[in-house]
């Protein structure tokens, strides 16, 4: 039983680590917010027929 109390405990320490390292990156982490402006060539709009 105490191997399976390790494993158990184990994993639930590697998903903890896992939360907090999501939450810490969507709490602490901000977008970049900003415009993007793609130049398309007029042969990509208007394709000869």
């Known amino acids: 039983m105490p191997t399976l109390f390790r494993f158990i405990m184990t994993l639930a320490v590697i998903a903890g680590v896992i939360y907090g390292a999501m939450y810490a990156l969507a709490t602490m982490v901000e977008p970049n917010i900003g415009e993007m402006t793609v130049r398309i060539?007029?042969?990509?709009?208007?394709?000869p027929q």
């Open 41 to 47: 060539p007029p042969e990509r709009m208007n394709p």
